[in-house]
């Protein structure tokens, strides 16, 4: 009998990859997108269609209304900032985002009788989120271990971040050999008439990753 | 000028003397209540009262629904045990609640330029809970150091639990001194128009701990 997993699926490039690796492992996948109160819901297919695509057991999405706390440009009035990749932590950068995600996908592993958990976190092109730092996920395995059920009976539950040190292209190369279609991924934060607008961080980071391997980018061809 | 503190509130007795104990050591208080998917809504009403008693400056209310994962009596239709007080997990524990709860407020908390965060967990009486002891808090400190731009630029993230060692007499008396009124606080996992139970596990606690002080339970006499 293979084992259970849950993927925290954003509908996004990196998460479709991490999924496809969760799936050449043998896992059972159960998908978990949260919405958190973002501004457009394209995310939401993207992920519903990568979820089918992959054959996953269960697709469930979670609604956490982090807006009502304000501070980030993806999912307040704050205008997302267009051609310039910054160095320092973004207005995008969505408070204790991962933090978030990763408890609620500890919660649904809990049900599931999982305990491996596939976040696509990335420190390379991370733009300087701290939620994406490998401490980051080391401390978040630590605390799952110490927080449910199956750790204190001594089962091992581990955060897998399969994409945390490989470069955008190496994860573009590796997802392609698993099969994922990019055509269906979702990464824009300010999306025009459901496309991507090609100017905002998300996009240029795609589009130059895309061009390196020799490709155009699947989702500019919808 | 007064530090900020995010104060989980759950409407309950703990976390009412939690939000007391911040407000005697001076800080401004920011009050956040989970609305986990649980069955009845007078938690709410009950947290309301509170932070409006104890003067908190904000008061969010943030609904994140754990019921679609299923697997606790607090959220879905298993029937919560009477009469008995288990030494097991009980059916009542919603998977990672304190770790959900702890992320929100840690989200919270860096909208709000807060460093210090009340949680009103409780080792003594937990009946199991692997998410209420001293090494998941100190986890969850550890964590959010890591996770949070306020933290990676070096400043002292602090998760208080005041009530960790504390016996429910102890939290209560405590309580008192700070002038909580307890007639405002609700616990009950299954109340009956309204009104406590007296016979769930939280009741039972609750009701024991009042007559070991020599008082009659105030929320039994609204």
Redesign the interface.
């Known amino acids: 009998m293979s084992k259970n997993a849950v993927i925290l699926l954003s509908g996004g490039l990196d998460s479709a990859t991490c999924l496809a690796i969760a799936k050449s492992r043998g896992f059972t996948l159960y998908c978990l997108t949260i919405q958190y109160g973002q501004r457009h819901e394209i995310e939401l297919e993207s992920a519903r269609l990568i979820a089918n695509s992959m054959e996953a057991k269960e697709h469930?999405i979670?609604?956490?209304?982090?807006s009502?706390?304000?501070?980030s440009a993806l999912t307040d009035d704050i205008p997302v900032p267009k051609d310039s990749l910054s160095e320092e932590?973004p207005v995008t950068?969505?408070?204790?985002?991962?933090?978030?995600m990763?408890?609620?996908a500890?919660?649904?592993a809990?049900?599931?009788q999982a305990n491996d958990i596939y976040v696509g976190v990335n420190a390379v092109d991370y733009s300087g989120y701290?939620?994406c730092?490998p401490?980051?996920i080391n401390?978040?395995q630590?605390?799952?271990r110490?927080?449910?059920?199956s750790?204190?009976s001594g089962e091992e539950i581990v955060i897998h971040a399969p994409l945390i040190q490989m470069t955008k292209p190496e994860i573009i190369r590796t997802g392609l050999q698993l099969g994922v279609d990019y055509g269906l991924t979702h990464s824009c934060y300010d999306p025009v008439d459901g496309r991507p607008c090609e100017h905002c961080d998300s996009c240029l980071i795609r589009m130059k990753a895309f061009a390196e391997i020799g490709m155009v980018d699947p989702a500019l061809q919808r």
Chains 1, 2 share one sequence.
């Open positions: 469930k979670i609604e956490v209304d982090l009502a706390f304000g501070g932590i950068y969505v408070p204790a985002r991962n933090t978030v990763l408890s609620l500890l919660a649904y809990e049900t599931r701290p939620d730092r401490e980051f401390a978040f630590n605390l799952a110490l927080a449910t059920k750790g204190v």
